[in-house]
Each structure stands twice: as C-alpha cells, then as structure tokens.
C-alpha cells in the first residue's frame, strides 16, 4: 500500500515538474502530456529552423564578409545571436546603439571578439512597444551596414 502511494507521489511530482517546464497550465495529468507533446512538437520545429538558417548561412558567409544575424521571440523579449567568421572592431558598439534606439535593453550578453564576432544577447522592449523580431533584425542589419561603411 505504502508502495503505491510513493509510485502516485513520484508520478504526481513528475507531472508537475513536466507541467512547470512546458509552461502547462493544464489541471489534469493528460492535460500535462498533451501540453508537453505540443511543447516538444515546437521544440522540433526550432531546431529545423536553426538548422537551416546555418545551412543557409554557412555558404553566404563564405561569399559575404557580413555577419549572419538571427532573432528569436521570447515571452518578454528577444534572442539576438550576431556571427562573423572574421572580427570586427567596433561592431559591438554599433549594435548596442542600435539596441538602445529600439529602446531595447540588454538584460544579458555573451560576446566573444578575438578571432571571430560572435553575439548573444537577450534584450526586453524597455517601452512595450511592441516591437517584433523582423523590426529588430532590421536595426541589427543596418547597424552592420552603417559600421561596415564606416571601417571601408
């Protein structure tokens, strides 16, 4: 008997770890799993996603110096990757000036600048703007190409 109420616990607490992974708001442990089916199904699309924007970016960046710029709508916020097989001085600056004209802020970043560019940024819309990843990816672009033109 005591078995079996620790295998129910175990499984109830299993399913609410599940639940809180997958942001389920669902009551009931079929509910769960349905929810967390749909969560992985999503999953799965991104990844393919990002597989082939690295697909499509690998022979672009061969061809093209520019670095390849990929954003990703969180709940409250962004995704911003930023990557160049060559480093560019002074192209972090320009992206976080485009960042702040957004009235984007910066809420974490990993940037590496030594033999490569590569950014990671997580930004929130400071004002609720509203603004969409197509808005922001636009910015980024332009800040490349406004610092591109300037280091020619």
């Given at each position: 008997?005591?078995?079996r109420?620790?295998?129910?616990?175990?499984l109830?607490?299993?399913?609410?770890?599940?639940?809180?992974?997958?942001?389920?708001?669902?009551l009931?442990?079929?509910?769960?799993?349905?929810?967390?089916?749909?969560?992985?199904?999503?999953?799965?699309q991104?990844?393919?996603?990002?597989?082939?924007?690295?697909?499509?970016?690998?022979?672009?960046?061969?061809?093209?110096?520019?670095?390849?710029?990929?954003?990703?709508?969180?709940q409250k916020?962004?995704?911003?990757?930023?990557?160049?097989?060559?480093?560019?001085?002074g192209?972090?600056?320009?992206?976080?000036e485009?960042?702040?004209?957004?009235?984007?802020?910066?809420?974490?970043?990993?940037v590496?600048?030594?033999?490569?560019?590569r950014?990671?940024?997580?930004?929130?819309?400071?004002?609720?703007?509203?603004?969409?990843?197509?808005?922001?990816k636009?910015?980024?672009?332009?800040?490349?190409?406004?610092w591109?033109?300037?280091?020619?």
């Amino acid at each position: 008997m005591v078995s079996r109420e620790h295998k129910r616990a175990a499984l109830h607490e299993k399913l609410q770890l599940l639940r809180s992974i997958t942001n389920s708001h669902a009551l009931n442990d079929n509910s769960i799993i349905v929810d967390a089916s749909k969560y992985i199904e999503e999953l799965k699309q991104k990844v393919e996603r990002l597989n082939q924007d690295i697909a499509t970016a690998r022979p672009s960046s061969v061809q093209n110096p520019f670095p390849v710029v990929t954003v990703e709508t969180l709940q409250k916020g962004f995704v911003i990757n930023v990557l160049s097989e060559k480093s560019c001085p002074g192209l972090l600056v320009s992206i976080l000036e485009a960042f702040e004209e957004l009235g984007l802020n910066v809420l974490e970043a990993r940037v590496s600048c030594a033999d490569n560019f590569r950014l990671q940024a997580v930004g929130e819309d400071e004002e609720q703007a509203e603004i969409n990843a197509q808005v922001v990816k636009q910015a980024v672009v332009q800040a490349i190409k406004n610092w591109n033109e300037s280091t020619e």
